[in-house]
């Protein structure tokens, strides 16, 4: 119940592609999700975050959806560019405690 | 601006030798300390986290141990390493009173041989 479920584990998108990475959550207490970016050797940093009382948020590239009903949230990457490349961290939070995924490695070819 | 400093950058250390690796955050009081550890190619395993001095819950049991003496100084400790400890170490800490958004530290490199 406290998981975060996260796929892909690795994703290879062309150039100028759209990059889709997607999370289930069980817990409805979770009230906050937001997405890390984590480049190789770096700490992980907040990218864009989206509440369930919105269905969609777009950030420049990065658009989270959001399906309340389905416990399920996604990051679209359109456009995506070589600097992209990163591993990606979707996590849910309530008051007292967050739960990340996994993780999915992205690569995108030039 | 708030800052968070960890060292050292990297660490080899033998099996069975002690560990200490250090956090510190600059230009914000009070915050929610956290360590985490990533293995190769994995997701991130929240260690410990700290709501203020002295206080420190424990998510998984382990070898390693926490302490905050300071109100921005988070230190991660083992009395003896295991070939397992390997890994990133990375400090966090977000705003008092919220989880919400976790601001990471650069880690630590960690190889236990």
Redesign the interface.
């Known amino acids: 119940q406290q998981q975060v479920k996260q796929s892909p584990q690795s994703l290879i998108v062309q150039k100028g592609g759209i990059s889709i990475i997607n999370c289930a959550y069980e817990n409805t207490a979770f009230d906050y999700f937001p997405w890390y970016q984590q480049f190789p050797g770096k700490g992980p940093a907040l990218l864009i975050a989206i509440r369930p009382d919105v269905s969609e948020k777009k950030e420049g590239r990065f658009t989270i959806s959001f399906n309340k009903s389905a416990k399920q949230f996604s990051l679209h990457i359109m456009d995506s560019q070589p600097g992209d490349s990163a591993t990606y961290f979707c996590a849910a939070v309530d008051y007292d405690k967050i739960i990340f995924g996994k993780g999915t490695r992205l690569h995108i070819l030039p | 601006s708030q800052t968070i400093h960890q060292w050292p950058a990297t660490l080899v250390q033998p099996v069975g030798s002690p560990l200490s690796l250090e956090c510190t955050v600059e230009g914000t009081s009070n915050p929610n300390l956290y360590w985490y550890r990533q293995a190769a190619?994995?997701?991130?395993q929240?260690l410990f986290y700290s709501v203020g001095i002295g206080q420190i819950s424990s998510e998984v049991p382990q070898n390693l141990s926490a302490s905050r003496p300071q109100d921005r100084q988070f230190i991660l400790s083992s009395k003896k390493l295991l070939l397992s400890d390997s890994g990133f170490y990375?400090c966090?800490w977000s705003i008092s009173g919220?989880?919400?958004?976790?601001?990471?530290?650069?880690?630590t490199?960690l190889l236990v041989l």
């Open positions: 190619g994995r997701g991130l929240l990375l966090a919220t989880l919400e958004t976790q601001y990471f530290g650069p880690g490199r």
